[in-house]
């Protein structure tokens, strides 16, 4: 009833999403199904109708997609303050005209050629981080000026290191959130856009301030949309685990993943980063897990470290042994550099990992990657392979 009552497509790329729940309308009490049904067409939306429980009526029904098109947009070019004060030169915006002669600008970047857009919202607002002028910097802009500047970054990488036209290969449009929840520290991928917490202040800073954050959770989408790795056990660890190291590839400056956005008592207690894929034992892991470890309650990089945990527990470990990997990648990356890392893992993860790909099969395609581009016996083969032998993931 929702989808013909909106006219929607047959074919959905996203499934129509529904809760019942109690809705007040025109004076009355209705049971009804709420029904959100987002699709792209001639005539896009982002369409939320109310179905009656009992009676499979409509109740009532609007389009939530708050359109660009109502008004006019223009490229824009402008600078922003960051979180951690870092001016954020050629700010690609959007200036808007509105009604009557007012203008402002909005952080939605249509400057890329066959890509819908970079477009950063306020989650609090739901709608584009806006401001009266060209220049983001106040402090209330910083996270949403570091999540548009991250996301053209990370953009910039796939499109042009590996000609990937953003995270599907097809130009979707790069979707971030700021400002979510309250003292929220996380940020993560839902399948359609990226989201990022502000931190507790105290343990986290703003989340979407590290750039290897943000290329980590767009990272997932590259994922969702090529080998769709299962998130648990030894295919959720590869899941994070690519989504590391092409977070360490892109933000160069080390091999630690969130060391923006650490706040001052994590630092006060040595914890400086998330993750290390240089030294993943630098950190211990949560109180939880270690007795399924080797009992040090470090992050292993060996597989005689590995944690056997259970599903019920970080998914079976998809943060905990995603650093073996990781720390094959770096041993390898000291022998051949970034740029024929990203390389090799990007085939792979393309061209040959499948949704339930384990360690062992993980190694057997990487090394055929670099196989691949480098040849049999090359420098760049033999580093992949070493890096694997290092963490104890040998050739069968």
Same mark, same amino acid.
């Not at 303050?81 to 870092?86: I, K, L, Q, R, Y």
């Not at 500047?149 to 979707?172: A, F, I, T």
């Not at 685990?241 to 060391?259: C, K, P, Q, Y």
């Given at each position: 009833?929702?989808?013909?009552?909106?006219?929607?497509?047959?074919?959905?790329? +996203?499934? /129509?999403?529904?809760?019942?729940?109690?809705?007040?309308?025109?004076?009355?009490?209705?049971?009804?199904?709420?029904?959100?049904?987002?699709?792209?067409?001639?005539?896009?939306?982002?369409?939320?109708?109310? %179905?009656?429980?009992?009676?499979?009526?409509?109740?009532?029904?609007?389009?939530?997609?708050?359109?660009?098109?109502?008004?006019?947009?223009?490229?824009?070019?402008?600078?922003?303050?960051?979180?951690?004060?870092?001016?954020?030169?050629?700010?690609?915006?959007?200036?808007?005209?509105?009604?009557? =002669?007012?203008?402002?600008?909005?952080?939605?970047?249509?400057?890329?050629?066959?890509?819908?857009?970079?477009?950063?919202?306020?989650?609090?607002?739901?709608?584009?981080?806006?401001?009266?002028?060209?220049?983001?910097?106040?402090? #209330?802009?910083?996270?949403?000026?570091?999540?548009?500047?991250?996301?053209?970054?990370? @953009?910039?990488?796939?499109?042009?290191?590996?000609?990937?036209?953003?995270?599907?290969?097809?130009?979707?449009?790069? %979707?971030?959130?700021?400002? $979510?929840?309250?003292?929220?520290?996380?940020?993560?991928?839902?399948?359609?856009?990226?989201? +990022?917490?502000?931190?507790?202040?105290?343990?986290?800073?703003?989340?979407?301030?590290?750039?290897?954050?943000?290329?980590?959770?767009?990272?997932?989408? %590259?994922?969702?949309?090529?080998?769709?790795?299962?998130?648990?056990?030894?295919?959720?660890?590869?899941?994070?685990?690519?989504?590391?190291?092409?977070?360490?590839?892109? =933000? =160069?400056?080390?091999?630690?993943?969130?060391?923006?956005?650490?706040?001052? &008592?994590?630092?006060?207690?040595?914890?400086?980063?998330?993750?290390?894929?240089?030294? /993943?034992?630098?950190?211990?892991?949560?109180?939880?897990?270690? /007795? @399924?470890?080797? &009992?040090?309650?470090?992050?292993?990089?060996?597989?005689?470290?590995?944690?056997?945990?259970?599903?019920?527990? *970080?998914?079976?470990?998809?943060?905990?042994?995603?650093?073996?990997?990781?720390?094959?990648? @770096?041993?390898?990356?000291?022998?051949?550099?970034?740029? !024929?890392?990203?390389?090799?893992? +990007?085939?792979?993860?393309?061209?040959?990992?499948?949704?339930?790909?384990?360690?062992?099969?993980?190694?057997?395609?990487? %090394?055929?990657?670099?196989?691949?581009? +480098?040849?049999? &016996?090359?420098?760049? !083969?033999?580093?992949?392979?070493?890096? $694997? *032998?290092?963490? &104890?993931?040998? #050739?069968?």
């Amino acid at each position: 009833m929702a989808k013909t009552s909106v006219e929607a497509p047959d074919q959905l790329k +996203y499934e /129509p999403r529904s809760e019942l729940v109690i809705y007040p309308f025109e004076g009355e009490q209705y049971l009804a199904h709420k029904v959100n049904v987002t699709f792209l067409s001639d005539e896009p939306g982002n369409w939320f109708v109310y %179905v009656d429980a009992h009676t499979g009526e409509v109740i009532d029904q609007f389009n939530a997609l708050h359109p660009l098109e109502e008004y006019k947009m223009e490229d824009h070019t402008g600078v922003g303050t960051g979180v951690h004060g870092e001016l954020r030169g050629d700010l690609h915006m959007s200036r808007v005209k509105a009604d009557g =002669d007012s203008t402002h600008f909005m952080l939605a970047d249509h400057s890329h050629e066959g890509l819908e857009g970079i477009l950063t919202y306020d989650y609090k607002t739901g709608e584009l981080v806006t401001n009266n002028s060209a220049a983001f910097n106040s402090e #209330e802009d910083a996270p949403g000026v570091d999540a548009h500047y991250n996301s053209e970054q990370v @953009y910039d990488y796939y499109k042009e290191e590996h000609d990937r036209n953003s995270l599907d290969d097809e130009g979707m449009a790069i %979707v971030s959130y700021v400002n $979510f929840g309250n003292n929220y520290n996380n940020a993560f991928w839902n399948g359609r856009n990226m989201t +990022y917490g502000n931190g507790d202040g105290d343990f986290m800073v703003p989340l979407s301030a590290g750039l290897d954050v943000a290329a980590h959770e767009m990272t997932h989408g %590259v994922i969702s949309n090529t080998a769709n790795l299962v998130y648990r056990g030894q295919s959720g660890a590869l899941n994070e685990s690519f989504a590391d190291i092409f977070g360490a590839i892109i =933000d =160069d400056e080390n091999w630690e993943l969130g060391e923006d956005i650490m706040g001052p &008592g994590a630092v006060e207690d040595g914890r400086t980063a998330l993750r290390s894929l240089s030294d /993943p034992s630098k950190f211990p892991v949560n109180e939880a897990y270690v /007795p @399924y470890g080797n &009992g040090d309650g470090m992050y292993p990089s060996h597989m005689d470290e590995f944690y056997d945990l259970p599903w019920y527990l *970080d998914n079976g470990g998809v943060h905990i042994n995603s650093s073996i990997i990781n720390h094959a990648a @770096y041993l390898t990356a000291q022998e051949i550099g970034r740029e !024929a890392l990203g390389n090799i893992y +990007y085939r792979a993860l393309v061209h040959y990992l499948t949704p339930n790909s384990n360690f062992q099969e993980a190694r057997q395609v990487i %090394v055929q990657s670099a196989i691949d581009l +480098y040849g049999e &016996g090359s420098e760049e !083969a033999q580093a992949t392979a070493s890096g $694997f *032998d290092q963490v &104890g993931i040998n #050739e069968e």
